[in-house]
């Protein structure tokens, strides 16, 4: 099992030189996304090496330039590399009308397919899943519709406590398929051997909370309870929590609550307003709540476990 997070973007949206508005590439259980595309997006995936030609689903947490800006532009790149595998949109309904004209009056239809699928419900549901991964909506508090997103890794098959199995002769390789699967072991005498004891527990699945802009919100907590890795956009310090009703943003600190609430492993902040001139400062806020908090920047990239930073060129 494995998760891995690069961001390509983590800034509001006013345009600074070398800050990229929101964007970002998870890769989990072998399962490739990307998650909002704000400008300048398809040149960061260039600059930190993320494949073209590993995205089939892009996730769009609403329709504010600073998320989806970049969308119509990587569209129009993949179909120029010569695509042809079909792409999943999710988004909040208009994305799909959004996108079109642009492609439109542009003339750059693609010869691949692009498969939207709109969101509306402002409840938490299931939107995308396989025989590796889920995806769920976290319903958010912005100033249009917005929603996060929780991917989990599906649950891998038991392993095989060999030492314990070698002590039953009838049991044979044809057999551990089922008893990886959970199933007991009924010996010829009738006597039945418990999965417990021929089995270990396999890794916990992994997962990841994308929560995109929002105002405190922490009826998300149960959503996202005990999350592996929480991203939570924290656009202001508590000095200027007064704006927060007004643009529905979230301070550092309400960002390190909902961590705290959620029993998350790790926190990353992101989404700082350019008036802040030492991002520092929404650590050190953050860390009086959630101590394993760490910033969100362009080029970092987090690993499963203890979730290293590395720091891409």
């Known amino acids: 099992m494995s998760l891995h997070l690069t961001v390509l973007g983590c800034h509001s949206a006013t345009p600074r030189v070398n800050a990229y508005p929101t964007a970002q590439y998870l890769e989990i259980n072998n399962r490739h996304f990307l998650i909002d595309c704000g400008e300048g997006t398809q040149r960061q995936m260039r600059k930190y090496k993320v494949g073209f030609s590993k995205i089939n689903h892009i996730f769009i947490s609403h329709l504010h330039g600073d998320h989806f800006f970049g969308l119509v532009g990587l569209i129009a790149t993949f179909g120029i590399l010569n695509r042809e595998k079909e792409l999943h949109i999710y988004g909040p309904k208009g994305i799909k009308e959004a996108t079109t004209i642009q492609l439109k009056v542009s003339k750059s239809w693609t010869k691949y397919p692009i498969i939207f699928h709109e969101l509306e419900s402002k409840e938490s549901q299931l939107i995308f899943e396989d025989d590796k991964v889920s995806v769920k909506t976290i319903p958010l508090n912005h100033r249009i519709y917005t929603n996060g997103f929780l991917f989990t890794e599906k649950p891998k098959l038991r ?11 009838e049991i044979e390789t044809c057999d551990f398929h089922n008893i990886k699967a959970g199933k007991d072991f009924t010996l010829s005498t009738g006597e039945i051997v418990s999965n417990e004891e021929l089995t270990i527990d396999p890794p916990k699945p992994l997962s990841f909370a994308f929560c995109s802009d929002t ?20 656009t ?30 790790k926190l990353i902040i992101g989404h700082y307003s350019s008036r802040y001139k030492n991002i520092n400062d929404f650590k050190v ?29």
């Open 159 to 169: 392993k095989l406590h060999i030492e314990n199995i070698q002590q039953y002769d």
């Open 215 to 234: 105002e405190y919100k922490p009826d998300i907590v149960p959503i996202i309870k005990n999350v592996d890795l929480l991203y939570h956009e924290a």
């Open 236 to 265: 202001f310090l508590k000095d200027r929590e007064d704006l927060c009703d007004k643009t529905k943003h979230s301070t550092a600190e309400q960002a390190a609550y909902i961590a705290n609430q959620a029993n998350a492993n």
């Open 285 to 313: 806020e953050a860390q009086t709540v959630f101590k394993n908090t760490e910033l969100a920047e362009a080029g970092k990239r987090y690993s499963t476990n203890s979730f290293p930073v590395e720091i891409l060129n």
